[in-house]
């Protein structure tokens, strides 16, 4: 009888430990843990090589991660005490840190775009220089965040636990006011053009226009007029939950919500500076209403895909909000769908792992359970860390990393990893990234695949639009010479968005005196890129440049070694 009651009870207990599963995920993040990069003879096993083992800085045990993000071709890694830390993707170097805020109220995720880090430190908005970490500046915001920002090249987009969501057009402190090669701050007359070119005002901005002046509650800042700030572009109150994280598109703001509920509204706002709602969708009803969805959505290529408790994973499009399919999965969808360039992995409550087609919806695996039947499920993975063309790499309930079979589905092998408390879902790369509390971050990859797959080439490419001009083939007619200074300007009139600017310092260090007066001329471009054409215009008078965010850095050359007698 006492045996009897054991096994009942310890039933019980695997069953609630089992449906708890993400609630211990999220809690194993927070433990404290100091295990040691996998030896040689493990990874050997497995068919992989460690591409780096890097620390963060941590203040004691006290500390640890309080997110990881993967962005391009950077790991960013924010701790508990407010240490924001830049980490080379491939290399594991550290590029930059710099400490911002308080100190243990760091909650939500960073946001970015080609130029800042925005960090939300309390009720104050940091904007982190992406090239240096250096603070470009800081803004207190009028309400408490209830999610991460998100944030474009113009815009970044604010959720606040009252309903409210809010869009700020960013400062730009890097415009170039007057002259090539003198930085110098924004004007007000500038930030008010780019706001009306936001919204399409085509006879000029006016700061007596509403909804282009500050607001009562910009008012409260105590920086000066005059200095890099924000400044309210729209601002609505949703009457919804802005708990879960935000989708941005290049033209809408997606917002799926705890309710049920997947709102988008368009970035830009209305000619009378209003927001304006694109489209609404609503998870199939439960009890009469919308069945909760309790994960964040994926996002891949115009497609967002949305998990929920009604057992559905829904694929929208992502600029009018139709329903492209939907299946099945069976039980509630407890983590994030992430989208690759074929599948979608999903995870179900009790269930595991499933791969769908991303064009279809329909499942992949078919693996042999010991009934002799097939599933569709591989109910030992948990959590997606990444995947390359043979592989998926995984984690289970206990943290275990699992090598999975990617056309199959069936588990390969495994390794005991749970002292990596913090993993981190790969969807840019092939690279599986495992980091702990102490500060340690491995980064481990299939030994034939020594250069990362890039999911989302695509993406990265398009998020910068300059990268994207600059790639275009162009034929220039010859001009005569003229001086570097008007060669730039010409440059940046026919050729929107190129913004340049001439490393003053640099110029300096190397001994040189600025090239903006050296004459220059275009000869005999035909069907080269944009680039190559301007790094011909540059070349005579050695120098070159370089993309940093979408400025581009006029620089002097490297001077080439004598050749050898």
């Given at each position: ?10 039933a019980?207990?695997v069953?609630c ?54 962005h ?22 550290a ?10 109220v760091?909650?939500?995720a960073?946001?970015?775009?080609s ?34 920002p ?15 969501l809010t ?18 701050s ?38 000066d007029?005059?200095s ?6 729209w601002?609505?109150?949703?009457a919804?939950?802005l ?16 309710s ?10 209305t ?8 489209y609404?969708?609503?998870t ?8 909760p969805?309790?994960?964040a959505?994926?996002?891949f290529e ?7 408790d ?22 509630p ?20 792992m499933?791969?769908l ?7 992949k695996w ?5 009934g ?13 860390l990444?995947?390359?063309p043979?592989?998926v ?8 990393l699992?090598?999975l079979d990617r ?12 002292d990596f ?9 092939d ?16 030994r034939?695949y ?9 993406e ?10 600059l ?5 220039l ?8 200074r008007d ?15 001439i490393?003053?310092?640099l110029f ?11 004459n220059?001329k275009i000869?005999n ?23 940093a965010?979408?400025?581009?850095l006029i ?10 007698k």
């Amino acid at each position: 009888m006492r045996y009897l009651a054991y096994t009942v009870w310890s039933a019980i207990l695997v069953v609630c430990s089992t449906s708890s599963s993400e609630a211990q995920q999220l809690a194993r993040a927070k433990l404290y843990s100091q295990p040691t990069p996998p030896p040689a003879e493990v990874l050997n096993r497995l068919n992989m090589k460690m591409r780096f083992r890097a620390y963060v800085p941590m203040n004691g045990r006290q500390d640890g991660f309080a997110t990881l993000q993967l962005h391009g071709r950077n790991l960013f890694a924010q701790t508990r005490s407010g240490l924001v830390t830049l980490i080379d993707a491939e290399t594991g170097a550290a590029l930059w840190r710099q400490r911002v805020g308080r100190a243990y109220v760091a909650e939500h995720a960073l946001a970015f775009n080609s130029r800042e880090v925005y960090v939300v430190n309390n009720v104050h908005l940091f904007a982190l220089d992406r090239l240096s970490g250096a603070v470009n500046w800081s803004y207190r915001l009028p309400e408490g965040v209830s999610s991460a920002p998100v944030a474009d090249e113009t815009m970044i987009f604010v959720p606040t636990a009252t309903g409210r969501l809010t869009a700020y057009l960013l400062p730009r402190p890097d415009l170039v006011a007057a002259g090539l090669g003198a930085k110098k701050s924004e004007t007000r007359e500038q930030r008010y053009r780019r706001l009306a070119s936001l919204r399409s005002d085509t006879g000029g901005a006016s700061t007596t226009v509403s909804h282009l002046t500050q607001s009562a509650s910009d008012a409260t800042t105590s920086e000066d007029e005059d200095s890099p700030r924000p400044i309210r572009l729209w601002a609505e109150l949703t009457a919804l939950r802005l708990e879960l994280p935000l989708i941005r598109t290049p033209d809408n703001l997606v917002i799926p919500t705890p309710s049920g509920l997947v709102a988008a509204y368009n970035k830009a706002p209305t000619a009378t500076g209003q927001a304006q709602r694109s489209y609404r969708f609503e998870t199939e009803p439960s009890n009469g209403s919308p069945s909760p969805i309790r994960t964040a959505a994926g996002y891949f290529e115009g497609t967002i895909y949305v998990g929920s408790d009604d057992a559905n994973l829904y694929a929208l499009e992502a600029a009018g909000g139709q329903l492209i399919w939907r299946y099945p999965v069976g039980v509630p969808i407890i983590r994030k769908p992430v989208a690759l360039n074929r599948d979608v992995f999903v995870v179900g409550e009790r269930q595991g792992m499933m791969m769908l087609d991303r064009t279809s919806g329909l499942p992949k695996w078919r693996i042999p359970t010991r009934g002799g039947s097939l599933a569709e499920t591989n109910t030992s993975a948990n959590y997606f860390l990444a995947a390359n063309p043979k592989y998926v790499y995984a984690l289970d309930a206990s943290g275990r990393l699992l090598v999975l079979d990617r056309r199959r589905g069936v588990t390969l092998s495994g390794f005991d990893t749970r002292d990596f408390v913090y993993p981190i879902d790969n969807e840019i790369t092939d690279r599986v990234y495992l980091a702990a509390n102490n500060g340690l971050i491995v980064c481990l990859h299939d030994r034939e695949y020594p250069q990362p797959i890039r999911h989302r080439q695509s993406e990265e490419e398009a998020e910068n639009p300059v990268r994207i001009r600059l790639a275009e083939v162009v034929n220039l007619p010859d001009t005569p010479v003229m001086s570097l200074r008007d060669m730039l300007a010409s440059l940046t009139a026919r050729f929107k968005p190129l913004t340049f600017r001439i490393e003053e310092g640099l110029f300096r260090e190397a001994g040189r005196e600025s090239p903006a007066g050296e004459n220059v001329k275009i000869q005999n471009v035909r069907d080269k890129t944009l680039s190559a054409a301007i790094k011909a215009i540059l070349a005579p008078i050695n120098c070159t440049f370089e993309l940093a965010g979408d400025t581009i850095l006029i620089l002097p050359a490297a001077i080439a070694p004598p050749p050898k007698k």
